[in-house]
């Protein structure tokens, strides 16, 4: 399995970028997906969550601001980032899980098996 982030880049504070996430696997509609970033010194941590039903789990401080969604005919995870920033400034990752229920709480790192490269974002003030 293969993931491959794209359109990360650079913006200033209160502009909108979309990430978006191709999967190489057919089979990709039935799995856990999610977004995840890593700033600078700090640790990664989850950002936003989806189900093969669209069922979605946001990390407070992005609620309302971004979006995740997958589109299923192209194998591919979307996030829209709106109201950005300086503090979502970010390597952020898409990953994607063999089978595994719905979390109770949180993004699990261990729940998910396949990772992509990271992408990029950085928000100007």
């Known amino acids: 399995v293969q993931l491959v982030e794209s359109g990360g880049g650079s913006v200033q504070a209160g502009g909108s970028l979309r990430l978006s996430c191709a999967a190489s696997t057919y089979t990709y509609s039935y799995r856990l997906m999610a977004w995840f970033r890593q700033a600078p010194g700090k640790e990664r941590e989850g950002v936003a969550l989806?189900?093969?039903?669209?069922?979605?789990r946001y990390t407070e401080s992005v609620k309302g601001r971004f979006t995740i969604s997958r589109d299923k005919v192209k194998n591919t995870l979307l996030l829209q980032m709106n109201s950005l920033s300086p503090e979502d400034t970010a390597t952020y990752y898409c990953?994607?899980?063999?089978?595994?229920?719905?979390?109770?709480?949180?993004?699990?790192?261990?729940?998910?098996?396949?990772w992509g490269q990271g992408a990029l974002v950085t928000v100007s003030s």
């Open positions: 989806i189900d093969s039903n669209g069922s979605t």
């Open positions: 990953a994607q899980s063999e089978g595994v229920l719905w979390p109770p709480s949180g993004f699990p790192e261990g729940a998910f098996t396949y």
